[in-house]
């Protein structure tokens, strides 16, 4: 799960856009980003 949020933020994506495309909490991608 953590791999998925890390690839799509390298890939540009908005901490936002990932959290909506991955169906999870904003809060979530910010603890991946971590």
């Known amino acids: 799960m ?3 949020c890390r690839r799509f ?3 540009g ?3 936002e ?3 909506v495309r991955m ?3 904003e809060k979530f991608v ?3 980003v971590r």
């Open 2 to 4: 953590k791999s998925v």
């Open 9 to 11: 933020l390298d890939s």
């Open 13 to 15: 994506m908005t901490i």
């Open 17 to 19: 856009a990932a959290a």
């Open 23 to 25: 169906n999870v909490p």
């Open 30 to 32: 910010r603890a991946c």
